[in-house]
């Protein structure tokens, strides 16, 4: 089983970046996927989480409105949309999934729900 997330960069205040997280090994479509970021020196927090159909997202207060997530179950693929973007979002980007109905909802904003992660992509965000 393998997350492979991609598409981070360098990108000036303002500009936007769209992150893919490819699957294999297994279907995910019974499991919530999630984006989690990790900046120098600060624990991994959660940004979004996808639920199994795409047909509910949630979103960490500090993107809400500026990211957008999304998947296509059919390609096991998931995305993030990020618009708008600040310095304070420089991090280690990483995609992650649960296990199958490991969670739900709000439920799913813990890291410690997800049991499989991708090796991150960096997003480095100049002011």
């Known amino acids: 089983v393998q997350l492979q997330a991609s598409g981070g960069g360098l990108v000036q205040t303002g500009g936007s970046l769209r992150l893919s997280c490819a699957a294999s090994g297994r279907s995910f479509s019974r499991s919530f996927m999630g984006w989690f970021r990790q900046a120098t020196g600060k624990e991994r927090e959660f940004v979004a989480a996808?639920?199994?159909?795409?047909?509910?997202?949630y979103y960490a207060d500090s993107v809400r409105g500026r990211f957008t997530a999304s998947r296509d179950n059919a390609k096991n693929t998931m995305y993030l949309q990020m618009n708008s973007l600040k310095p304070e979002d420089t991090a280690v980007y990483y995609c992650a999934a649960t296990k199958d109905y490991a969670c739900s909802g709000y439920g799913c904003f813990s890291r410690y729900n997800y049991d499989y992660w991708g090796q991150g992509t960096q997003v480095t965000v100049s002011s």
């Open positions: 996808v639920s199994w159909s795409g047909g509910s997202t």
